[in-house]
């Protein structure tokens, strides 16, 4: 089993242009799109958060009963659901203004344990910065970690949305000794203004970049460095791409066996090829088709 702990909100997708264009409400927030991911791949996965108990919180619920999901770690409330003002650029690429104030999610607090036979937990995006509930995310992280389990961080940088970013900055190191696969764009690693090299020093066994239209690399213990391109397609947006390679990450290493960081640092270049061209590839899907669809494993078949 497989657990995505952090929000599921509801993404307001322009459709045309102009301030006034109509906007499609979409299920979104990067670990809700990690686990539909997940569960499209056919991994066994559940998610752990919280949920407003209205229409758009039950539409979240059944986005993710639908993929295969385990919503039963989900914790309910009145509040309102988040909501995330997506804005396109010429190249597809989304940028986000939040709604977040007295919003559900917010409230999270962290379980008494993880579902029995989980084998690994993803954090990431808003769910670590917004208070109250990103401290009880982070207690989690750590209770994970200290019990053995593989713990994967996605920071999916919101700069809107952190008050203090040499605080915010300063938090992520702390998490680093807590994380086992730590999983970035360029943009974030520009932001964060560190190396990979240093933050496998602070902990994860292995770091992965994404760089956007032109792949993935990652950097490992032994001081290997694996790239792959990305594949080429007609980009509709790129809403979920990065959270499509978390999950293809995870599915893939599941798949292989190497859901803990000595098994992870057992891979060989080629292991890593194959398991980066296969997240490549599933990310390349996701971008060419409107808002965050990640494929069903058929569709990868053979990738």
Known sequence: MIVVAGEALIDLVPQGTGALAPLRPVPGGGPYNTAVALGRLGSPTAFCSRTSSDAFGEALLAGLREAGVDVSAVQRGPEPTTLALATLDENGSAAYSFYVEGTADRLFTAPAGLPDGTRAVSFGTCSLVLEPGADAYEELMRDAAAQGVFTTLDPNIRAGLIPDADAYRARFRRWLPSVSLLKL??????????????????????????????????????????????????????????????????HGLAARGALSPAAMSGLDSDGWTDLLRFAARA?????SRAGAEPPYAAELTGA
């Open 185 to 250: 764009s360029a943009e974030d690693a520009e932001w964060l203004g560190g190396t990979p090299r240093a933050w496998l020093e602070a902990g994860p066994a292995a770091v992965v970049i994404t760089h956007g239209r032109d792949g993935l690399t990652v950097f490992t213990l032994d001081g290997a460095e694996h790239s792959v391109p990305g594949v080429r397609v007609e980009v509709v947006d790129t809403i979920g791409a990065g959270d499509t390679v978390n999950a293809a990450l995870l």
């Open 283 to 287: 990310a390349a899907i996701t971008c």
